[in-house]
């Protein structure tokens, strides 16, 4: 695979990413590796998909479909053992030619989402690429906050029983999962909702809980 030939396979899709990346496969069997922009080999191929790496991170399949992310060493930050990891470059809803900040399922703030079966349900945990901290999939589900939604000063996850609740970025519990509804903090505030003595309330509270 040489660099020459990338670019031209490039020009005769017309600069699209998605046509470019689901052709570029074919050429190692379809498995995936990354290359430099003189098309070197850094990792070679060897898993069944691949994100595009940001900030020294990517998220990569291998041959058995189990998900995880990698380091651009190639060490694993996260192993290789989930059924899914919500990386925006695995979808190519964007390209590595547009907005790089977009990445990663919109997930500006440096997250992946990371979802696993226990006892037949799909349960969620994340990567936080800041901390470096990985938490094990254990909520129904997780909420990143968008760049235009809110801030991911806590972030907001669901428990099938006890509703909702916001977890610092090491995946310690900071507001109990005890809310109906709730939506990710903005400068500090974040709108919940909840039913007490049978009537119900949709009031802020500030990242002790305090309303």
Do not use: M
């Not at 994340?126 to 760049?147: D, G, H, L, M």
Request: aromatic residues 18%; proline residues 4%; hydrophobic residues 35%.
């Amino acid at each position: 695979l040489d660099a020459e030939r990338i670019l031209k396979l490039y020009d005769e899709v017309e600069g699209d990413a998605e046509a470019f990346f689901e052709i570029l496969p074919d050429w190692f069997h379809g498995e995936w590796g990354y290359c430099d922009k003189g098309g070197k080999w850094i990792l070679s191929p060897q898993w069944s998909s691949a994100g595009w790496f940001r900030n020294g991170t990517a998220a990569v399949r291998s041959s058995d479909n189990q998900w995880g992310i990698i380091n651009e060493q190639g060490d694993y930050l996260v192993p290789c053992i989930f059924v899914s990891i919500q990386d925006q470059y695995s979808y190519y809803e964007y390209t590595p030619f547009e907005n790089p900040l977009n990445y990663i399922g919109g997930l500006t703030d440096g997250f992946y989402l990371i979802e696993d079966y226990v006892d037949g349900e799909i349960v969620t945990g994340f990567y936080c690429i800041a901390t470096k901290s990985f938490v094990e999939p254990q909520w129904c589900a997780v909420y990143i906050a968008e760049a235009d939604y809110g801030t991911n000063e806590l972030i907001l996850v669901e428990d099938w029983n006890l509703g909702f609740g916001f977890v610092d970025r090491y995946g310690n519990p900071v507001l109990q999962c005890q809310y109906e509804w709730a939506y990710p903090f903005v400068n500090g505030i974040a709108t919940v909702q909840a039913h007490s003595n049978g009537e119900y309330y949709e009031f802020c509270i500030d990242l002790t809980g305090a309303p």
